[in-house]
């Protein structure tokens, strides 16, 4: 029985805690949080799990074998890495730290003591990312030409990051895990309308290839959008995540480029065939998640969405910031 401690119940926390609490082989032994009456709540709902304000005794703690940290991310590196210093496997909100060197050396302290960081990109877990997951590891689309996607909607407004890095992580890590080719260049734009932080972005993630990314993040939308299209040789895919029926559609669409005598005489014709809605798996995806970090404890494996995968988020979304305060300049991406 793995037994985990939580440090946060805000927004996030309370599913967390109901997700591990409710698995076979795992449980909450205690809950951290410095509001008292976030505490009361706790109690309420499990009279059985402790309840502490005090991280530092949270963190000393012998009565855990992980910590799963649910706080803002300024504070995710001294929490994870007191933990993992301690022997603690780490399951750890996105974005995963401030800076790519925090998690570099998070990700090196993990690999020292062979413990498991976890970072909770839990759409992921979805049945729609999953399905999509499949369909480009099938090449069903043929080679990925574009990959398009708008995330906005009317607030939360943050206090203590931008737009990019509130939005666009759910988007970078979906990204990096359905894709094969990996990202070697950022460009991007935005405006901070209310307050220090920018409110909208627009991102262009470049490749080696003919592959190109685009991202659209806002916090000024009159509606909410989580629309993405994937455009590949032979067939298109239309994910969107607001649609409660057909979240996925994948169009037999494309064109066929011919030339006679050269580039300056392309033909173009267009192919329109059918369009079917593949069935999505329903399954809550942060109980696969909780699932899976278990699982991944007790064979001692490395996640596919560890710590490793959590930095290279970090990375876009440091040159998303770098990029913005320079106007719009490409960043490399190593």
């Not at 960081?117 to 999509?132: C, P």
């Not at 994937?230 to 030339?259: A, F, H």
């Amino acid at each position: 029985m793995l037994k985990i401690g939580v440090v946060g119940y805000g927004y996030w926390g309370p599913n967390i805690v109901r997700n591990f609490n409710a698995l076979d082989d795992s449980e909450v032994a205690f809950v951290c949080d410095q509001n008292p009456e976030v505490l009361k709540k706790v109690s309420k709902l499990y009279p059985n799990i402790e309840c502490l304000t005090s991280c530092e005794e949270a963190l000393a703690s012998n009565s855990i074998d992980a910590l799963a940290i649910v706080t803002p991310v300024s504070t995710h590196y001294p929490l994870a890495k007191k933990a993992l210093e301690q022997g603690k496997h780490v399951f750890v909100e996105k974005p995963f730290t401030v800076t790519t060197a925090q998690a570099d050396e998070l990700c090196n302290l993990a690999e020292r003591k062979n413990l498991v960081i976890m970072v909770d990109h839990t759409f992921l877990f979805t049945g729609a990312v999953r399905k999509i997951k499949d369909i480009v590891d099938k090449d069903e689309l043929g080679s990925v030409l574009y990959y398009d996607s708008t995330r906005v909607n009317l607030g939360l407004f943050q206090h203590d990051v931008n737009v990019v890095w509130d939005l666009a992580p759910h988007d970078f890590s979906i990204m990096n895990y359905v894709l094969k080719d990996k990202p070697t260049g950022i460009v991007a734009t935005g405006k901070a309308h209310v307050g220090e932080f920018e409110n909208i972005a627009y991102i262009t993630v470049y490749f080696d290839n003919n592959l190109i990314a685009h991202f659209a993040v806002n916090w000024l939308s009159p509606v909410k959008v989580r629309n993405t299209l994937i455009g590949g040789e032979r067939k298109m895919l239309v994910w969107n995540d607001v649609d409660p029926d057909e979240k996925i559609k994948i169009y037999d669409k494309g064109i066929d480029v011919t030339s006679k005598e050269g580039i300056y005489k392309l033909l173009v014709s267009y192919r329109s065939g059918d369009m079917y809605a593949p069935r999505v798996d329903p399954m809550e995806a942060l109980k696969l998640e909780a699932n899976y970090f278990v699982d991944c404890v007790e064979k001692s494996e490395k996640p596919f969405n560890s710590g490793i995968e959590g930095m290279q988020v970090v990375q876009m979304l440091e040159a998303c910031n770098e990029s913005i305060k320079a106007g719009g300049k490409v960043v490399k991406l190593d």
